[in-house]
């Protein structure tokens, strides 16, 4: 399946990137990104890895989604094409993440 990646789920990734390697080193942050990345290649191979994350019945979206360490690839299946539509961090708050992502709706 073809992957898309939305801009907040590349500012994120980007964000996560840059905050593991000034606290944790460029070693770091490399193997984040990969693992990342790689987690995204199962996805795109097997779309139904990721479990249900939440779904909102007012817009008929379903949220996946696949943990990588602390953060976790939140994705849509949308016909033939996966949408990333963030890169969380595990730590933060969900609640908020739900409704950022239901206001603003893909």
Known sequence: MNVIWSERALAEFADTATYVATEFGSQAATKMRARINEAVLSIARFPQIG??????????????????????????????????????NNRQNRTKLYEELKNNQL
């Open 51 to 88: 479990k249900l994350s939440f779904s909102d019945e007012e817009i008929y979206i379903e949220f996946r989604e696949l943990v990588v360490n602390l953060s976790s690839v939140i994705y849509v299946i949308h016909e033939e094409e996966i949408i990333i539509v963030s890169i969380w």
